[in-house]
């Protein structure tokens, strides 16, 4: 993976958008890097209407359906182990890909935290996502703990 991008759900499509090309014709797609998705959708609305899939650029997809929230919200979905485990999973699968995309609704909680940890995860500097807004502590920490405990065999707190 050469790099890890975190956008709003309006810029994963213009992103995702820019590989179009009418059949037959892939030279002419914008762009060619290949990608997998990381789509984090609101579970209270059943997802924002927008579903991504696989095809010659777009090489895998996970969507996942929580809601931006830190604590237990009565009707509202919380980031969970599960989840954590699938994000991580997703990841290492698809380390041959040019472009990691991670999106949530606006791309500046759950999805930039999620970036920070596969940034972190891959051996990077994940700093510049906890410049100007913080984001979503429950995923970050989340993820940190299910792989810090499951995938490397240390114990986090």
């Not at 209270?44 to 830190?70: N, P, Q, W």
Request: aromatic fraction near 14%; charged fraction near 25%.
């Amino acid at each position: 993976m050469k790099r890890v991008i975190v956008k709003s759900v309006y810029d994963a499509f213009e992103y995702v958008m820019d590989h179009y090309y009418p059949y037959g014709l892939e030279e002419l797609a914008s762009r060619s890097d290949t990608y997998a998705v990381v789509s984090i959708q609101d579970s209270h609305t059943g997802g924002f209407g927008i579903r991504f899939e696989k095809s010659l650029f777009c090489k895998d997809v996970l969507t996942l359906y929580f809601d931006d929230i830190e604590d237990e919200v009565e009707g509202a979905v919380l980031f969970n182990e599960n989840m954590a485990r699938s994000i991580i999973d997703f990841i290492n699968r698809n380390r041959s890909v040019d472009t990691l995309l991670l999106h949530c609704y606006g791309g500046l909680s759950r999805s930039k935290a999620a970036g920070a940890f596969a940034v972190w995860m891959l051996g990077g500097n994940n700093e510049e996502y906890s410049k100007n807004a913080s984001y979503n502590q429950r995923v970050y920490t989340t993820l940190l703990k299910v792989y810090l405990n499951e995938y490397t065999g240390k114990q986090a707190s």
